[in-house]
DNA sequence: TTGAAAGCGCTACCAC
DNA sequence: GTGGTAGCGCTTTCAA
């Protein structure tokens, strides 16, 4: 009959174990990169279906971190789950200290202190080695994005390896510093000449890999994919636009999601549990063959 | 020294009007719409520099909404900005009845019972058509997007009524009936024999104009700028990429948030304040001239 | 089965 | 000033 309890009430009344406030903190540094909003959409949309509420803490700045987790757990927040696109991982730790339960994505903690939700990135390089040499092509690069995350190195280095292992030879590495659109524009710009002579390029990210397209097509006249195959990461929703049609090394978004609900759940249900780092598997996704 | 109060104990002691919980609820029912995401995004950051921590809340299903606004009032929230880009603005009456503090964004309410923010829609429509005039095209076009809505028919309406005025004629108007990117690229693929006819093409959104765009450059063979020229409308972030350099008729977003931030301050100062209605005017944007 | 009371963390108020 | 107390809305517990 229209009636709806106040659930700040009843936190404060039940024994912390037993009841909560049903609020889940979603932490996220960079909303301009692409994937992370698409993570971010993604993990809000989940939380939503096991009832939880997302709350949304964006952070740009590494020192507001520890004052911004306070204000969380002020919130009396259940959880939360950072996207780690750009912090370190040791910023988290107060959540540690507040005994807050904590996921980080995007990043993961070397120490195994903190619980983590992981595309194996080295298997994503792998993949896409192994999409561009099954095509027969030889002459291959890769466009390396941020340098101070793993994401990135850890892609170059399953992509380098598989191609070693098959042609005994290295991928030309282009370093834009970034998984943004104007990186990948501005580096094909610059680096035209040595594009020129590959066939196959990976890009750490899709919108690396969209930059580096649209410069190719419309800056150089290079044709993608008829002179130069592309291969982004991460598969957003934009990759899939017919206007790029771009095969990618796809991030098992709604899976790393359900990892995340389920690492909270156990959590929640077992107090106590050791963090734990999980890695899933990526999925190379052909477009435009 | 590390001690953080418990807002919910805070706001459950405190006389309602004085002290408040500081949690403002983000409804959006469509994140796949980019600008609906983009405006989000903005929005989420202006209540977070104004010491307020954005809730959202995703209500894909009308039927969902009043259930979501009573949740939202359990979690005791101090006010609720709607996007209510494929809602009806009927269903947040449950907000008025609930004296939730209501602003709503997309839809204007028709009887003046709701607050709300809008971009002058029909202001829009007659820069769009300024500026293709201006440029001596007279050959011109309209996309349309939802039906259901009046943002995309009051572009319109200022659209052709510039254009009857200078010109004595009609422009032609085709319907997506979305304003997503896939609709822009089908209908630009079924119309393509009438855009061929065409000077200049005015789109309600940029998702469609970036669809149009790509369909006219990748099927049909139509250059664009040189053979059509394209006006989008918001602005999202992806209309500046090299690829597209988009024309459009910017949403003054920033703007859009200040004002709910300024109507939402002034609801919680002044209790009973009659809802009002804000418009805003767009901006002309000419990208690749 | 139903009802009354205590207490969750905090602030407001009123004595002292 | 400064402490002590009542009470916010709810759940849990214990008594009737």
Redesign the interface.
């Known amino acids: 009959m229209?009636y709806?309890?106040?659930?700040?009430?009843r936190?404060?009344s039940t024994p912390a174990q037993k009841q909560r406030?049903n609020?889940v903190a979603i932490l996220v540094s960079d909303?301009?990169n692409p994937f992370q909003?698409y993570l971010f959409?993604v993990l809000?949309?989940t939380l939503?279906q096991h009832a939880k509420?997302?709350?949304?803490?964006?952070v740009k700045h590494e020192q507001d971190l520890d004052q911004a987790i306070?204000?969380l757990?002020?919130?009396?927040v259940d959880g939360v789950v950072a996207v780690a696109g750009s912090l370190a991982v040791e910023g988290f730790e107060q959540c540690l200290r507040?005994s807050l339960p904590l996921v980080t994505l995007g990043r993961a903690d070397e120490r195994g202190i903190i619980s983590s939700v992981q595309t194996d990135n080295y298997q994503a390089g792998r993949l896409a080695a192994e999409h561009l040499l099954s095509l027969g092509l030889s002459k291959l690069g890769f466009v390396a994005g941020r340098n101070d995350g793993s994401a990135s190195n850890e892609r170059l280095l399953g992509f380098q390896h598989l191609i070693t292992e098959r042609l005994g030879e290295q991928a030309l590495v282009l370093y834009a510093n970034s998984y943004g659109?104007?990186a990948g524009?501005e580096l094909a710009v610059r680096a035209i000449e040595a594009i020129r002579n590959l066939e196959g390029l990976f890009c750490a990210s899709d919108a690396l890999a969209?930059?580096v397209?649209?410069?190719c097509?419309?800056v150089s006249g290079i044709r993608v994919p008829e002179q130069l195959r592309i291969v982004g990461c991460d598969d957003v929703?934009?990759a899939a636009?017919?206007?790029y049609q771009l095969t990618t090394i796809a991030q098992p978004v709604g899976e790393i999601a359900d990892t995340v609900m389920l690492k909270l759940n156990q959590i929640w249900q077992n107090q106590e549990l050791a963090p734990t780092l999980t890695r899933l598997s990526p999925k190379l996704k052909v477009r435009r063959t």
Chains 1, 2 share one sequence.
């Not at 709806?4 to 009430?9: E, L, S, Y």
């Not at 757990?73 to 009396?76: D, K, V």
């Open positions: 229209g709806q309890p106040n659930f700040f009430a936190t404060l406030s609020l909303f301009s909003s959409e809000s949309n939503q509420q997302p709350m949304l803490v964006n306070m204000r757990s002020g919130y009396q507040l659109y104007s524009f969209m930059g397209m649209d410069s097509r419309n929703p934009q636009w017919q206007g």
